[in-house]
């Protein structure tokens, strides 16, 4: 029997070495999710045009996530997770430091942020410098990962928590958290100056698509084709 998956976002915190994986699981999966496109409006006609293509795009369309992610001390606590230590000090309040983190440049995760103190460990024992110019206005690469057929680079745009209820420290103990994240065009990663395991992603989520819409088309009701004037 298939093991029961859950929802991830992955951050690529660059280092002088390879990109370090910060996995933010989900404690549980939302119930629901809003998966929303947009479809650019056509060119406008040009000076000597009087019409526009109805069909024509800019670019590609736009692809956005926006879901709720509930996060409950308990429940680490109750099932002696390995988090469970740290639910019991800290409540739910260092999965919510890590999602607030998604929103900072990189800047405040490589050097002496984040992972600066152990990548420089690392480096030290291997005889290699980890020193590294770190752009201080552009995020890191996060991956949203929803199982094995949908793994997509995501900014996060929108990040709002309802903290619900605290221990006697203050700290959060139970909080929903409101996700919204944009999924940038390949053209857009194409300037971004770590982006190569955002483009696999993307490459790969959408060569899948692709496989899906092709299996669709043996499914075409025969009935509805033969309505159509072709």
């Keep these: 029997m298939t093991g029961f998956i859950k929802g991830a976002l992955v951050e ?3 280092t002088a ?3 370090i994986p910060n996995v933010i699981v989900f404690q549980f999966n939302p119930e629901t999710m809003t998966h929303t496109w947009t479809q650019p409006e056509a060119a406008p006609a040009g000076p000597n045009a009087t019409v526009t293509d109805p069909y024509a795009v800019t670019h590609e369309p736009g692809e956005s996530f926006s ?5 409950d001390a308990a429940d680490s606590i109750a099932t002696g997770s390995v988090s469970a230590g740290l639910a019991q000090v800290s409540g739910v309040y260092s999965r919510l430091a890590a999602l607030e983190m998604l929103l900072y440049p990189a800047s405040s995760t490589a050097g002496s ?5 152990v990548t420089a460990a690392i480096g030290s024992a291997i005889g290699v410098s980890t020193k590294q110019a770190v752009p201080e206005n552009v995020l890191n690469t996060v991956l949203f990962v929803w199982g094995p057929g949908r793994i997509v680079p995501v900014r996060i745009t929108g990040l709002t928590v309802t903290e619900r209820l605290y221990d006697g420290a203050l700290n959060p103990t139970l909080a929903e958290v409101q996700i919204t994240m ?4 390949d053209e857009e990663l194409r300037h971004h100056p770590d982006s190569t395991l955002a483009r696999v992603a993307n490459d790969y989520t959408q060569s899948l698509r692709l496989s899906l819409a092709a299996a669709n088309l043996v499914n075409a009701g025969e009935s509805i084709l033969g309505m159509l004037p072709i």
């Excluded at 879901?67 to 996060?71: H, K, R, T």
């Excluded at 944009?182 to 065009?185: D, E, I, S, W």
């Design 113 to 117: 942020g984040l992972v600066g103190t």
């Design 17 to 19: 070495l390879v990109p």
């Design 67 to 71: 879901f709720v992610l509930a996060l």
């Design 182 to 185: 944009r999924v940038p065009t």
């Design 12 to 14: 690529l915190i660059p």
